[in-house]
């Protein structure tokens, strides 16, 4: 079992940046996926964005077409820690936003956040 904790979510501007980020703890692996998702009231469940484990011991990020050249990840040396930075936030990211993980080579999110809101007002 894994457990992923979400932390940084809040109120802000548009234009401001915000960082959050993710922790997993339990049966956790540094080959697993991890992945943010978001979803706004009323709309589907959206990826931000996932890092992947890729020979030569370090990871590649794919990120959703909603936010690519404005959010940027970073995970820690031991994989077990994930931050999306968020830049030029707008309105319209106002969201749930969900850490997620699977292992490696699975294509499912098997463990899921709680999740942390973000507001961005106009």
């Known amino acids: 079992q894994v457990e992923l904790v979400e932390r940084g979510g809040g109120l802000v501007q548009a234009g401001d940046s915000l960082r959050l980020s993710c922790t997993a703890s339990?049966?956790?692996?540094?080959?697993?996926?991890m992945g943010w998702f978001r979803q706004a009231p009323g709309k589907d469940r959206e990826i931000v964005a996932d890092?992947?484990?890729?020979?030569?011991?370090?990871?590649?990020?794919t990120y959703g077409d909603s936010v690519k050249g404005r959010f940027t990840t970073l995970r820690d040396n031991a994989g077990m820690a994930v931050h999306l930075q968020r830049n030029r936030l707008k309105p319209e990211d106002t969201a749930v936003y969900f850490c997620?993980?699977?292992?490696?080579?699975?294509?499912?999110?098997?463990?899921w956040g709680q999740g942390t809101q973000v507001t961005v007002s106009s």
């Open positions: 997620a993980s699977s292992r490696f080579g699975v294509a499912t999110f098997d463990y």
């Open positions: 339990g049966q956790t692996d540094r080959k697993d996926t």
């Open positions: 890092t992947r484990w890729r020979s030569g011991r370090n990871y590649y990020t």
